[in-house]
């Protein structure tokens, strides 16, 4: 039997990563997103370091250190304090910018050309991201705009260096999550106890909700997004960012009963578009070369 192509399995994690806001807003104590961002990481980095048994050796201490830290520990922070001072929408369009910066960082990091077709499709996805999220009623906060971006930024250097490291020989992918989610998970720890004081008190829906976030939406979604990101393009990997904001739209509408205009239709179709040419190969005279 065969294995579902690869761009279907990364595709997993940004889907489940959408379901967030939602699990967020129905399932769990309010005022607490970085006691959520913390739940999501540590436990499932730790009960990877159990599984595995494997912990970094030489350099690899800083390396999973910096990329714990930028996939993880910045992102959650920056991430709610952009979905704070910023409308859903607008906040979601920010981080869906995620793969004009890698397309930046690629030429830096990674010693790419710049591909025009790669621009051209992320930006269009932007576009798209932003017909399906932002509503009438947008606002703009000049630092929930800075965390958005740098929500995006500190995700894509992430990416890109993940990409140029690649994974230690004989290191399972389920290792390599462990790494960074436990090192994103104990930088939380100061973070979370200084903004947030004590953790609230937890019934049965949190629970219910801490399990999908820290399971599906963590562990599970790292491994395979972690995966992904050794075996596909970087670029490819960072337009399939997209489908979260797209999930998150979705179920706002099936869910929360939000009504989905035309033009967010038409966002859908330009969106899933950049996803899908993300995924094919540029024409010859774009193809991406090593300089």
């Known amino acids: ?3 579902p192509p690869k761009p279907l399995l990364t595709a997993i994690p940004p889907m489940a990563w959408g379901t967030t806001y939602v699990v967020t807003t129905e399932f769990l104590p309010a005022g607490h997103p970085l006691f959520a961002g913390l739940l999501r990481a540590l436990p499932a980095g730790l009960v990877a370091l159990a599984s595995s048994r494997t912990l970094p050796c030489g350099g690899w201490w800083g ?5 714990g830290l930028l996939n993880i520990g910045l992102f959650f922070p920056l991430l709610f304090i952009a979905a704070e001072r910023l409308p859903g929408g607008v906040a979601a369009t920010l981080a869906a910018a995620q793969p004009l ?17 790669r621009l051209m499709w992320g930006v269009v996805g932007v576009v798209g991201v932003g017909l399906v999220v ?4 947008a606002g703009f906060d000049v630092v929930g705009v800075l965390a958005g971006l740098g929500c995006a930024g500190t995700m894509a250097l992430g990416l890109t260096l993940t990409k140029r490291w690649g994974r230690p020989a004989g290191v399972g992918v389920t290792a390599f999550a462990g790494w960074q989610l436990t090192a994103g998970g104990l930088f939380l720890v100061p973070v979370t106890v200084l903004f947030e004081g004590a953790p609230p008190v937890v019934d049965l829906p949190a629970v219910v909700g801490y399990l999908w976030l820290g399971s599906v939406g963590g562990l599970i979604a790292y491994v395979l997004w972690f995966r992904g990101i ?3 393009p970087v670029a490819s990997v960072a ?3 997209l489908l979260s904001p797209l999930v998150a739209g979705v179920l706002g509408a099936v869910v929360l009963d939000q009504v989905l205009r035309p033009v967010q239709l038409v966002g859908f179709v330009l969106s ?8 094919l190969p540029a024409p ?8």
């Open 1 to 3: 039997m065969r294995s």
């Open 63 to 67: 390396k999973a250190a910096v990329l």
């Open 101 to 117: 910066f890698v397309a930046a960082l690629a030429v830096v990091v990674l010693r790419e050309r710049v591909s025009g077709w």
């Open 134 to 137: 932002i509503g009438p009623a």
């Open 230 to 232: 050794a075996e596909l």
């Open 239 to 241: 337009v399939l960012v």
């Open 272 to 279: 899933l578009a950049a996803i899908v040419a993300g995924q």
């Open 284 to 291: 010859v005279f774009e193809g991406v070369h090593r300089v």
